[in-house]
């Protein structure tokens, strides 16, 4: 709680020039007395002149009182537009630190990631975009006193995009993604490599009256393995009741299920991780689909500005992780037939 008088402060300062663009410089101050400090530097950079652009913000956080933290991060892109290619270079940076009350002693919740990435790709303003890109990501994670690499990520892939078309714009990309685990100690994650492949498309029909976006992705990778345990609670407040089959006395997984009576619902159902890794094979399909006679028909008279009164709106939505092998399974969303024990997780959802 703070009981001290408290000073607010705020100044900007920028430079500016025409068919070029600004360099914004910002400070921000928060005072309370001996309970709390709190300074804020930002910087903010909109650039674009003959075929350079750079675009980006950065602040750097300071506080001392209770905690003592440090904040500092930035998120930029640099790109140069040549006759046939644009080149780029983009990046997301992070320092987060958090010390003991009056000490340099870091606590666990301190970490650091960077996120950069280079490219090529033909210039927006053609018909068809496409690109290669690489992609590098560095974590740091807590290590008894300091902060030390535990793990870099390598993806490289390809982007494609059809979006000068008036009532159809088409997205895809394919990437290969890398992790390898530098320090066990510091992170329980297994290395992994995984494909992803997204593909979006959004489709305007009849002056914008049917409106449809389809969404489908598809990746692999690896995660712990979950298992399941039973629970008892006080009676009625549970889900599944015991029935003890083969009469031993023993609280077996298959021998518990959903309870017919209030009574009966003594157990609830808990997810653990195990130590064991499985390869995953994950799809992800969505799709909307609205309808809106009114933007054509509103001021319509007669059977016209009847149907105008009525409008539809549809969502379907799938997410599947499987171990299955097989590529035509295991990346099919609407495949109903996958054994138990292939299913990781499966949700679904439609509305109307």
């Avoid at 890109?133 to 690499?149: G, N, P, V």
């Avoid at 518990?256 to 094979?281: C, H, K, L, W």
């Amino acid at each position: 709680r703070l009981t001290n008088n408290q000073l607010i402060g705020d100044a900007q300062i920028w430079l500016e020039k025409k068919n070029v663009g600004r360099m914004l410089y910002g400070f921000n101050s928060f005072l309370s007395g001996n309970d709390f400090t709190g300074l804020k530097n930002n910087l903010t950079t909109n650039i674009n002149s003959k075929g350079w652009t750079i675009n980006g913000t950065g602040s750097y956080l300071q506080t001392s009182g209770l905690t003592k933290t440090q904040f500092l991060r930035h998120r930029y892109l640099v790109s140069k537009s040549l006759k046939y290619i644009t080149l780029g270079y983009k990046d997301e940076h992070e320092h987060n630190m958090f010390y003991f009350p009056g000490t340099d002693s870091l606590l666990r919740n301190s970490y650091r990631f960077y996120d950069w990435e280079a490219f090529v790709q033909n210039p927006d303003t053609l018909r068809i975009q496409y690109g290669l890109f690489f992609r590098q990501r560095t974590d740091w994670l807590y290590d008894t006193t300091a902060i030390s690499k535990a793990a870099i990520a390598d993806q490289f892939g390809a982007r494609i995009a059809l979006m000068q078309m008036k009532n159809h714009q088409i997205r895809a990309q394919f990437a290969n993604r890398v992790l390898r685990i530098t320090d066990n100690r510091l992170t329980s994650q297994q290395p992994e490599n995984s494909l992803l492949t997204r593909f979006e498309y959004d489709v305007k029909l009849i002056k914008s009256v049917i409106t449809s976006s389809v969404f489908y992705e598809t990746g692999t990778g690896q995660e712990l393995r979950r298992q399941f345990i039973y629970i008892e609670v006080p009676a009625g407040q549970g889900q599944y009741a015991w029935v003890d089959y083969n009469e031993n006395g023993i609280k077996e997984l298959n021998e518990f299920e959903i309870a017919v009576f209030p009574d009966q619902a003594r157990y609830i159902r808990s997810f653990i991780p195990g130590d064991e890794y499985v390869r995953t094979y994950n799809n992800q399909f969505s799709q909307t689909i609205n309808i809106n006679p009114a933007r054509v028909w509103g001021n319509k008279k007669g059977i016209k500005k009847t149907i105008a009164l009525f409008s539809n709106q549809t969502a379907l939505r799938i997410d599947r992780k499987t171990s299955v092998l097989d590529p035509s399974k295991a990346y099919n969303p609407f495949l109903k037939e996958i054994a138990d024990t292939s299913l990781l997780s499966l949700s679904s959802l439609f509305r109307n």
